[in-house]
């Protein structure tokens, strides 16, 4: 799967916080992954890495499970400034929703 640059952009918020999505996993039940927390540390750090041009294996559990997380764990909306450009502000919010049409998941929007 592919991603634009404003959709990686959210994903890549989350990305770099990669403790985060180790304690949302880890504090599930059950637990979406088998992977040990260096190995989800190692493949957040790989697809932090990704960019536009790239292809993103959506087959592999663990990369679909942290793009994932990424998105229904995000902050990016609250970090973003109140005073933000309103066409910035809807170019992503249009990003939001296009993540959340292919990967089926709802991403906090405030």
């Excluded at 750090?45 to 990369?63: C, R």
């Excluded at 994932?68 to 973003?80: L, V």
């Amino acid at each position: 799967m592919k991603f634009t640059k404003t959709e990686w952009d959210i994903i890549k918020h989350r990305l770099g916080v990669a403790d985060c999505i180790w304690d949302a996993f880890s504090n599930s039940d059950p637990c979406p992954i088998t992977e040990t927390e260096e190995e989800l540390y190692r493949r957040c750090n790989q697809l932090y890495d990704y960019t536009p041009e790239d292809e993103v294996d959506m087959d592999d559990n663990l990369t679909a499970e942290i793009i994932w997380d990424c998105c229904y764990g995000s902050t990016f909306f609250g970090y973003m400034d109140e005073d933000e450009d309103r066409l910035v502000r809807a170019r992503y919010t249009k990003a939001a929703y296009s993540l959340e049409k292919k990967l089926g998941v709802s991403i906090p929007l405030g």
